[in-house]
């Protein structure tokens, strides 16, 4: 069979016809060829089934290795049970020291531990990869002082294209201006954690104090990357008499987003726990959520409102449509004690460790050095197992600090189980 009328690359799309003649004959005489698909249907739930049914019927004499489901990839995991490609994000975690010292961080800032660009390139080279992936450049501490930094975001760019690359404030005075136009050169969004609009705020949120002028010259450096930037506000009590201040400053140099966040290490004595401090800062997001400043939030109803790029709606998988058709008419329930993120996130510490999320303990699943594909090691097919038999959410995760995603992809599990 022919199947160029099918197969395709995103941009030149058709529309799928529902009765998917052509499916099950694809799947399964894929061994030579490697195929790209992306499902464009009319009748999304109809269709859907037909393709659930057929890789049910047939998964132990698919192929998998020569198949990469474009907009889809989350529909298989979820039916096969196991992450069987790379997920939509990965995140390296390239560098564990850091000399900003914000108030809320336990690090104790004597471990200088690094990802080597070596490692990093050898084990993505194992995968297929394609421009619906997003890196994301992490810190356990700031990227910025990795050694390996621009062969690192030189090789993710020439390869694959999209890079989100997060940073602290004042690190990024810690680049001359020449790495610092090559930085903006290779990358597509910045994520910079500032939590104050002026020194003097700043000052009160970090051990690592910032003059008068070094603000200045991080503010001209602002305005050069605030079009592709969220800038981010972890809310404590030495910076929330600055929250509208903060929104107005970064909004007026045009920033592509502004987040306002919890403290990502949950304290007890968090200030947030006061309903009644609580119930005003959502009253200050309410008042900005319909201006034209983008806002993030998790804490102002958890809902989402920013700025779609055209790598967002070029990565957008069918599952994310209909679940965020969903959540445009406010139906949801974050009453949920399970985690469902089906291993869409992946994440290679500095350390060397590779595992599904954040919570390394529970989720690790080998080391930077194995041979074999991530998701192939004995060791995860042990714990995935585990897992889903048990249905039982690790303690740690509760207090997971992407409750969007975790919900999104619960709704998107009950959508392809009811099928």
């Known amino acids: 069979m022919e199947y160029k009328n099918h197969i395709f690359r995103y941009k030149d799309r058709i529309i799928f016809k529902d009765d998917l003649f052509w499916f099950e004959d694809l799947i399964l005489n894929n061994n030579k060829s490697f195929y790209t698909i992306y499902f464009e249907f009319q009748n999304i739930k109809d269709s859907l089934r037909k393709v659930k049914n057929i890789i049910l019927k047939n998964k132990d004499r698919i192929n998998f290795d020569y198949l990469y489901f474009y907009n ?68 356990q501490w700031d990227p910025i002082f990795n050694p390996d930094l621009f062969k690192i975001l030189d090789f993710i760019k020439n390869q694959w294209g999209h890079i989100t690359f997060f940073s602290w404030w004042k690190s990024l005075l810690f680049l001359s201006e020449e790495r610092f136009k090559k930085i903006n050169k290779l990358v597509d969004e910045f994520k910079i954690n500032i939590s104050s609009s002026d020194y003097k705020v700043y000052n009160k949120t970090h051990k690592n104090k910032i003059s008068e002028k070094e603000f200045e010259l991080l503010v001209k450096k ?13 809310i404590t009590k030495e910076n929330l008499y600055d929250l509208v201040d903060f929104i107005l400053f970064y909004n007026k140099l045009w920033a592509k987003n502004i987040e306002i966040k919890k403290d990502l290490h ?15 800062i959502e009253k200050i997001l309410e008042k900005f959520l319909y201006t034209n400043v983008w806002l993030i939030s998790n804490i102002w109803k958890w809902y989402i409102n920013i700025k779609e790029t055209e790598f967002d709606k070029r990565r957008e998988t069918i599952l994310d449509r209909y679940v965020n058709n969903l959540l445009n008419k406010n139906e949801y329930n974050m009453e949920i004690q399970w985690c469902y993120q089906f291993g869409n996130s992946l994440d290679i510490t500095e350390n060397e460790i590779v595992s599904l999320c954040c919570h390394y303990k529970e989720w690790k699943i080998s080391d930077l050095n194995i041979d074999d594909k991530y998701y192939n090691t004995e060791d995860f097919r042990e714990r995935y197992k585990i897992y889903l038999k048990n249905k039982r959410t690790p303690k740690s995760c509760k207090k997971c600090p992407m409750p969007i995603d975790r919900y999104k992809n619960y709704l998107k599990f009950i959508f392809v189980s009811k099928l």
């Open 72 to 139: 889809a990839w989350d529909f298989i995991n979820i039916i096969l049970e196991i992450p069987i490609y790379l997920p939509s994000n990965i995140n390296l975690f390239i560098s564990e020291t850091c000399p900003i010292w914000c108030i809320y961080c336990n690090n104790p800032n004597d471990i200088h531990t690094y990802l080597s660009f070596e490692k990093i390139k050898n084990f993505l080279l194992k995968y297929y990869m394609w421009n619906n992936i997003n890196f994301n450049i992490l810190w």
């Open 222 to 234: 602002f305005k050069l990357i605030a079009n592709k930037s969220t800038f981010i506000n972890i």
């Open 266 to 280: 949950y304290p007890k004595d968090y200030i947030l726990d006061n309903k009644i401090i609580l119930s005003k």
